[in-house]
Structures are given as C-alpha cells and as structure tokens.
C-alpha cells in the first residue's frame, strides 16, 4: 500500500451531499465528514513532515489570528488534469475573494515547512464533492460533467472557522476516505 498523503483544509459540513442525486458509475461521491476546503496538499509527505507543516501554521495562526469566513458555493466544475480531471468541485461564491487571501497566507508556511517549496499556482478555493475512480470510462467522465453541471448548490453555505490536518482513513476506505488528525480553530469574534 503506498504511503498515505497528508493535508491541510478547512473542513465543511457536508451533509448536502446526501440529498444529491447519484452521480454516474464509477464516480465516487465523497462522503459527508469527508467535505472540505483544500488549504494546502502536502502529498506522501509522511507523518514528520506533516507535523512539521503543523508547528509552522500553529505560529502563523498565532501572529495572524484569522477570522472565521462565511462562504456559498456555486457551480460544480472538473478539477484536475484538462484530459482527465480528478475532481469534481464546487467554486464559492459568498467568500471567494477572503478565502483566497487567506489560503495565500497560509499555505506556503506549511508547505514549506513539510516540503521544502511553495506553491506555484494562484489560490483558487473549492470544495471537492465527488472524484472519478481510476476505472472510469470516458463515457463516465463525460456523463459525470453533465451530472455535475445540473447540480444547484446555490443554498450551501458554510462557515470555515477551522484549519484541519488530514491523512487516509483508518477504517475502510470505500466509504471514508480521510480522518482529521488535528484541528485548529479561527477566530469567530466581530
């Protein structure tokens, strides 16, 4: 088995995915506890550097004191590889704008302290909703788009008042796939 990945999000309530119809065969919604909002992906990065990556966020979220943002989602579009996406991803729209500046805060302090790098490409927040399996068709990838661009997530809304690290699933990985190891909260004052 390889080596688990790691990664930083804002994790979100994702009871709405349970009243969405069926996405299309061999596309996998994610389940509820498994919604979030990407803040940075570390990779197989193993356990230390994970941790690593934490002290560092634990000291930018001390001198920054972020606050909690309120954000909506919107269209669900693929993510990924143009040729074969690996997401399916709904964009905000309440909250896009802070949630942007608050990633580019704060990912290249963790993905620094766990990798060595930082991040290339601009913050572009979304929450992942469903992932194609390694076996889908073409004719699935295809349906799955069509599935996707009926959705109407318009009434979803969230709160992102934590920062969570995450890993695989312990348990069985056909119905959850990550655990969070550790939270951190933001601040919630006015």
Known sequence: MPRPNWFFAFPVDGAFVE???PPPPAIRLFAPADVH??????????QEAAERALAALEE???RAAPRAIDVSLSGVVPMGPKR?????????DQGREPCEQLIASLRDVVSEAALGRLEQRPPKPHVTIARPQRR???????AALIWAAKLDLSGVRAKLD????YTWSEGNRRYRLFRVVTERSLSTGG
């Open 19 to 21: 009243a969405l119809p």
């Open 162 to 165: 934590r920062i969570a690290l």
């Open 84 to 92: 074969e996406y690996s997401a399916l991803s709904a964009l905000l």
């Open 37 to 46: 909002l990407t803040l940075s992906f570390l990779g197989a990065c193993g």
């Open 136 to 142: 889908a068709s073409p004719a699935s990838r295809q």
């Open 60 to 62: 930018a979220l001390g």
